[in-house]
């Protein structure tokens, strides 16, 4: 992943402190998060869910 891209997401989820005291851990987070997203099959359309959404009180 891009180290400046890296950044940017870290300091935008509030990882400010990991991103001074950890580099090398948050690196390897994104790399982890960024194999996994690689190889899940999400939909194409952001609003399309692949199973029904949850609500409570219904069914059984």
Request: negative net charge.
């Amino acid at each position: 992943m891009d180290t400046v891209l890296m950044e940017a997401l870290a300091r935008l989820s509030g990882l400010d402190k990991m991103l001074a005291e950890y580099p090398d851990d948050l690196a390897a987070a994104f790399a982890s998060a960024t194999g996994h997203r690689d190889v899940m099959m999400a939909p194409d359309a952001a609003d399309a869910e692949p199973w029904p959404p949850m609500r409570a009180g219904e069914g059984l």
